[in-house]
């Protein structure tokens, strides 16, 4: 349909005395079409491509909403995202493309597996402003690199919020802190290496970002006056997260199938406020345990796994099953404050 779904280098090259315009996007021909670069890779922790996920993850006193006392349960974690496209096209003889797109997802985290009432430990939405998305595509004058890709996020916002049962737990139980307001705007920046683009070729891609607080004051989080003694309470001082993700695809093979390895290694902040767990000798009582405070800790996200590429449509977005391995800070809503935390399982993909 656009010149936007071609693959990186597949485009046939025009003569040098060729219209200006050829090679360009019609305005009217672009309107909404997302592009096929600056997509989320795979390991992604906060990707707009839909994920359902079944995995065995540590379980902290905090979200133990049954008491069960088990260092480690099965969970249900779903993220459904989309890439609203607003318009896409190339230009300068297909050499670059230009996409604009509106980011929207929301990320649940569920325990099905509680029989009394398979309350939601957390839920996160993530949205945010028009989303620019460039990449320029390299004739071969630099080894290994066939492109280099910049995407431009001004604006987004999150919010995370715990389940009204766990809500509860915690209010009836006495933790001192019952709920974090967890919401921040922000700003985010990510170029990117041989851009994927849905290729059907061999590919390794490297991408590194950067986000940043608009409101450096507020910081990541809040303590309204439900939710505990605002004592317990230190804003946060670290305003910005950083991180490095690789991607490996596959040639796609017999069956349409493709390879895939990825990973994401973050460094994020520590919210700082404490945590707690039952007393040894009452467990009706609730502790604090808290050493580190504020800090930046590192996370790795790890996805092996294969994908059906769709033989009529290179860019349908694809689906496929992975492994997934996460070690690290606690990655969801107001449980940032838990410093070591680890979730294994297998998951569904659709791009």
Same mark, same amino acid.
């Given at each position: 349909?656009?010149?936007?779904?071609?693959?990186?280098? &597949?485009?046939?090259?025009?003569?040098?005395?060729? !219209?200006?315009?050829?090679?360009?996007?019609?305005? &009217?021909?672009?309107?909404?079409?997302?592009?096929?670069?600056? *997509?989320?890779?795979?390991?992604?922790?906060?990707?707009?491509?839909?994920?359902?996920?079944?995995?065995?993850?540590?379980?902290?006193?905090?979200?133990?909403?049954?008491?069960?006392?088990?260092?480690? *349960?099965?969970?249900?974690?779903?993220?459904?995202?989309?890439?609203?496209?607003?318009?896409?096209?190339?230009?300068?003889?297909?050499?670059?493309?230009? !996409?604009? #797109?509106?980011?929207?997802?929301?990320?649940?985290?569920?325990?099905?597996?509680?029989?009394?009432?398979?309350?939601?430990?957390?839920?996160?939405?993530?949205?945010?402003?028009?989303?620019?998305?460039?990449?320029?595509?390299?004739?071969?004058?630099?080894?290994?690199?066939?492109?280099?890709?910049?995407?431009?996020? =001004?604006?987004?916002?999150?919010?995370?919020?715990? %389940?009204?049962?766990?809500?509860?737990?915690?209010?009836?139980?006495?933790? =001192?802190?019952?709920?974090?307001?967890?919401?921040?705007?922000?700003?985010?920046?990510?170029?990117?290496?041989?851009?994927?683009?849905?290729?059907?070729?061999?590919?390794?891609?490297?991408?590194? &970002?950067?986000? @940043?607080?608009?409101?450096?004051?507020?910081?990541?989080?809040?303590?309204?006056? =439900?939710?505990?003694?605002?004592?317990?309470?230190?804003?946060?001082?670290?305003?910005?997260?950083?991180?490095?993700?690789?991607?490996?695809?596959?040639?796609?093979?017999?069956?349409? +199938?493709?390879?895939?390895?990825?990973?994401?290694? *973050?460094?994020?902040?520590?919210?700082?406020?404490?945590?707690?767990? #039952?007393?040894?000798?009452?467990?009706?009582?609730?502790? !604090?345990?808290?050493?580190?405070?504020?800090? !930046?800790?590192?996370?790795?996200?790890?996805?092996?796994?294969?994908?059906?590429?769709?033989?009529?449509?290179?860019?349908?977005?694809?689906? %496929?099953?992975? +492994?997934? &391995?996460?070690?690290?800070?606690?990655?969801? @809503?107001?449980?940032?404050?838990?410093?070591?935390?680890?979730?294994?399982?297998?998951?569904?993909?659709?791009?």
């Amino acid at each position: 349909m656009l010149a936007a779904a071609a693959l990186p280098l &597949a485009a046939t090259p025009q003569e040098a005395d060729d !219209s200006k315009h050829i090679g360009r996007t019609a305005f &009217a021909d672009g309107l909404f079409d997302a592009g096929s670069w600056c *997509r989320p890779f795979w390991a992604d922790m906060y990707s707009t491509i839909t994920r359902a996920e079944l995995a065995y993850s540590y379980n902290a006193p905090e979200y133990d909403w049954g008491r069960k006392g088990d260092a480690y *349960r099965p969970y249900i974690f779903a993220n459904i995202g989309v890439d609203v496209p607003v318009w896409a096209g190339t230009f300068a003889n297909e050499r670059c493309g230009l !996409s604009v #797109t509106i980011p929207y997802l929301v990320d649940v985290w569920l325990d099905m597996f509680e029989r009394t009432t398979a309350p939601v430990i957390n839920t996160a939405y993530r949205f945010g402003a028009p989303e620019v998305n460039f990449i320029r595509h390299l004739s071969g004058s630099l080894p290994w690199i066939a492109s280099y890709s910049l995407k431009l996020v =001004p604006f987004k916002h999150e919010c995370s919020h715990i %389940g009204d049962d766990l809500t509860l737990m915690r209010s009836s139980e006495g933790i =001192p802190l019952k709920n974090v307001n967890v919401s921040y705007n922000y700003w985010q920046v990510e170029s990117t290496i041989n851009d994927p683009m849905f290729s059907l070729k061999e590919t390794h891609s490297l991408r590194i &970002a950067l986000l @940043g607080l608009y409101n450096r004051k507020k910081g990541w989080y809040e303590l309204l006056a =439900p939710g505990g003694d605002a004592n317990l309470v230190k804003p946060s001082q670290r305003p910005f997260e950083f991180w490095v993700q690789y991607q490996y695809q596959s040639a796609v093979g017999r069956h349409r +199938l493709q390879r895939v390895a990825s990973v994401e290694v *973050r460094s994020r902040t520590r919210y700082n406020y404490p945590l707690y767990r #039952t007393a040894e000798d009452n467990p009706a009582q609730w502790t !604090s345990s808290d050493i580190l405070g504020e800090v !930046s800790l590192p996370a790795i996200n790890l996805m092996l796994g294969v994908r059906y590429r769709n033989p009529r449509a290179v860019k349908l977005r694809s689906v %496929g099953v992975a +492994l997934r &391995a996460y070690r690290g800070m606690n990655p969801y @809503g107001q449980f940032r404050s838990i410093p070591k935390y680890e979730q294994y399982g297998v998951m569904l993909v659709v791009e």
